[in-house]
């Protein structure tokens, strides 16, 4: 079975520090691994994709996220974070079997204090 | 990226009636759309998921005589709670995908639906 895992209810840090939000998954086969962005009242909006080749991925907003097999994560990082990064993050994994179900984390609450 | 409307954002009913949620892509054919509730301060929770022309595939726990979702079009998706109670009342948010599995979903920006 699929799973993913957001270990942080919420990260804080100050503006122009590097933030890491954490993922681990489980599932079969390869996987691909999305990063979503949630702001209040809103749907999610898509920030970065792994499917395969090079393990670290740049998405939107300098956001970027590195793929690591042996210890089944995919972290989201940014070299400096800004105040208005503060928003609710989701990991999620889509194995290929099983239909292709996406499923995601519970999500990471953000904090980027001035 | 791709653009998913919903209509309409925000609905307030009494008890017992019927509500429909639109889903739209803009700009794209949505061969697979999938229907969400986000209860607050959770993880989205997928409901179903529907193929163009096809019948949805509904999750385990959701009633399908309650949720009826209709993916008429490669670009239009509904869903009606019908004979909506309180407990009804949460953030539904739909997502269309193109036909390739790797691809990412493009949600829509989610309709408040509050039962009183």
């Known amino acids: 079975a699929q799973s993913v895992a957001q270990p942080e209810d919420q990260v804080n840090v100050a503006e122009g520090n590097p933030l890491t939000v954490k993922c681990t998954y489980s599932?079969?086969?390869?996987?691909?691994l999305f990063w979503y962005v949630q702001y209040p009242n809103r749907g999610l909006q898509f920030l970065l994709k792994y499917i395969t080749g090079d393990n670290l991925v740049k998405g939107s907003y300098g956001f970027e996220a590195e793929f690591n097999k042996s210890q089944t994560s995919f972290h989201l990082k940014k070299p400096s974070a800004l105040v208005s990064d503060s928003a609710l993050y989701f990991c999620?994994?889509?194995?290929?079997?099983?239909?292709?179900?996406?499923?995601f984390g519970a999500g990471t609450r953000l904090f980027v204090k001035a | 990226g791709a653009v998913v409307s919903q209509h309409p954002s925000r609905v307030i009913c009494k008890s017992g009636t019927s509500v429909k949620i639109e889903c739209r892509s803009l700009d794209f054919q949505a061969t697979t759309m999938f229907w969400y509730r986000q209860f607050p301060k959770q993880s989205l929770m997928l409901m179903a998921t529907s193929n163009e022309g096809s019948k949805a595939t509904y999750e385990q726990g959701v009633e399908k005589d309650k949720f009826l979702i209709n993916h008429a079009s490669l670009t239009l998706s509904t869903l009606t709670v019908t004979s909506a109670h309180p407990e009804d009342s949460s953030f539904y948010i739909c997502?269309?995908?193109?036909?390739?599995?790797?691809?990412?979903?493009?949600f829509g920006p989610g309709t408040r639906l509050t039962v009183l």
């Open positions: 599932v079969s086969g390869n996987p691909y």
């Open positions: 997502s269309a995908r193109t036909l390739a599995e790797y691809n990412e979903q493009f």
């Open positions: 999620a994994v889509r194995g290929n079997t099983g239909g292709f179900k996406t499923i």
